[in-house]
């Protein structure tokens, strides 16, 4: 799919798809972590508006109401790091986080960044590295429209830390269009 140029647009299968297994794994994910360890984190580093057009939740909304909802006595304190690239896109969903942020005061700290996954992340990610500390447990999303920059150095500096995860989500209809040419037979 190609970048949007709206500040919001209609949802496509391959994001309800993706928001279907995001749901369903925090749902697993909260209250393992969340119930074993003191800080966790939630960065989703193409966070979009948070919205579609069809007023469907976008993947910042179900990991802040994952958390909302959960029954499980979360105890460890829980950080949500969304960032977007797109100025209208951050503020949009810096309105609509708002809401939740007070219903999770003291439970969770919320940050929308603006600017891109690659230099947001591989700032902090070096900032955590200069002070000779590791990332508290986290699930990051790399799920960037159609093929991104982003460099393996920086999921390879995520994934250096004790239980972190990084969920990324593939375009297949960007990889099936070379699986019938001749450079790319298939077997």
């Known amino acids: 799919m190609p970048t949007p140029r709206t500040t919001i647009w209609e949802l496509d299968e391959h994001s309800r798809g993706k928001h279907i297994v995001l749901e369903r794994y925090l749902k697993a994910w909260l209250p ?3 119930t074993t360890q003191e800080r966790i984190v939630f960065i989703d580093g ?4 948070g919205e579609y057009t069809g007023g469907e939740k976008g993947s910042p909304i179900i990991a802040l109401e994952a958390l ?7 105890t460890a304190k829980v950080h949500f790091l969304f960032i977007e690239a797109d100025p209208r896109r951050a503020q949009h969903l810096e309105q609509l986080v708002a809401p939740l942020a007070q219903r999770l005061l003291g ?4 940050e929308v960044k603006t600017g891109t996954f690659d230099s947001e992340l591989s700032g902090l990610l070096n900032e955590i590295e200069s002070r000779k500390m590791l990332l508290a447990p986290s699930f990051v999303m790399a ?3 159609g093929v991104s920059h982003t460099p393996m150095s920086v999921m390879s500096q995520i994934l250096k830390n004790p239980s972190s995860e990084v969920y990324v989500s593939f375009m297949a209809e960007f990889i099936n269009r070379f699986k019938d040419t ?6």
């Open 46 to 49: 193409f966070a979009g508006p």
């Open 143 to 145: 799920d960037p429209f």
């Open 107 to 110: 439970r969770a700290t919320i």
């Open 68 to 74: 909302v909802e959960h029954k499980a006595p979360i």
């Open 182 to 187: 001749e450079l790319y037979p298939v077997s």
């Open 32 to 34: 393992i972590l969340g």
